[in-house]
């Protein structure tokens, strides 16, 4: 059984920094990719950043330059750092975690408000 918790989320001001974590549990060694996913009300969930068990990483180009992704195998964790953060980046985020043969996996979601 697999379970992904997310933490870190919170309030903080424009121009702010804030840490999400994932901690995995389960088949954590059938996961060929982990990542994190946002999405607001009424609109769709838009991938943020996702991070291969090859160490790629790809970004949303709306974050790229202010987020990074890593992951702590030994902890089975998969962090979301994000800098400069702006109102517009306000919404829950996802922790994922993606398997070979299509298998998928979500956390409960963490909310992130950007505002002064």
């Known amino acids: 059984q697999v379970q992904l918790v997310e933490s870190g989320g919170g309030l903080v001001q424009p121009g702010g920094s804030l840490r999400l974590s994932c901690a995995a549990s389960?088949?954590?060694?059938?996961?060929?990719?982990m990542g994190w996913y946002r999405q607001a009300p009424g609109k769709q969930r838009e991938m943020v950043a996702i991070?291969?068990?090859?160490?790629?990483?790809n970004y949303a180009e709306s974050v790229k330059g202010r987020f990074t992704i890593s992951r702590d195998n030994a902890k089975n964790t998969v962090h979301l750092d994000m800098n400069s953060l702006k109102p517009e980046d306000t919404t829950v985020y996802y922790c994922?975690?993606?398997?070979?043969?299509?298998?998928?996996?979500w956390g409960q979601g963490t909310q992130v408000t950007v505002s002064s």
């Open positions: 389960g088949s954590v060694f059938t996961f060929n990719a």
């Open positions: 991070r291969t068990n090859g160490g790629n990483t």
């Open positions: 994922y975690a993606h398997q070979p043969w299509g298998g998928e996996y």
